[in-house]
């Protein structure tokens, strides 16, 4: 939310959040400020060890940019899994990062990749890691005023795995349970970044897990129990539709899958 002394205002990217919550009534800005026209948000690039995405890049651009495929193979696996096609088509990365929504895959997957989020404002320019901008629920790092410009996500190497896995009633829905996983190697796990999403109120890293696998087999079945049973129970969250302690068992069947998956 960007605000002045008179008036509320809100960017428009995508909308296909924003323009819900403002049918709902739950968004009532006074103002609004369409970002679709400015091109200079609108970029798929490398620079030096990163790849650069500028935040009015639409999902189905990602979906279909080489370099993504290439670089950022943890992103390329979530895209399909984003909502649908039609929502795929406006929706915009930028737009999922400044939402923070908990329950989304973007925000768990930057997280999971150690990504930065460059942020602007009237005063300048500020880069803020994925790790510290999701604070909440729709609650992220930015201060009054600024804007999400881009995010820059690091080059994967030869010798980077990935995972991910999702559990939700129908494809497209959100998910009652995912997690992102990133691992340097996987026999044996180093340097393991293993981010759930859908189960607390902002992306959930699993230090616990993480602790339990580095140095293990990702095959080693004793060290994947380990890593299920030390999921944070306590951080899960339960709504009309699924209790905590269900959501507890989704996340540990998805993070045992999205690991076997690296091992294919």
Known sequence: MIADDTQTCQPLAGGQSLMP??????????????????????????????VHIGAMVRYTALMHSPLIDK??????????????????????IGGSVALADPAAE?????KALAATIVVVSAHGQREIPAEAFFLGIYETALD????????????ATSGHRFGFYELARRHGDYAMAGVAVSAQSINPCTELSIVFFGVADQPLRAVDAQAVLEGCAIS????????QQSLPAELMLGDTGVSADTRLQLARVALKRALLSMAD
């Open 106 to 110: 973007m925000p768990a997957v930057l």
């Open 71 to 92: 670089h950022v193979p943890l992103l390329a696996m979530a895209l399909p899994y984003i909502a649908h096609q039609a929502v795929r088509n406006r929706g915009t």
């Open 220 to 227: 080693d079945n004793a060290a994947l129990t380990a890593a």
């Open 21 to 50: 919550m403002l049918n709902l009534r739950v968004a009532q800005p006074e103002v609004l400020v369409d970002l679709n026209r400015i091109a200079a948000l609108s970029f798929i690039e490398i620079q030096n060890d990163v």
């Open 144 to 155: 009054e005023g600024e804007l999400v410009h881009s995010i820059k996500i690091p080059l």
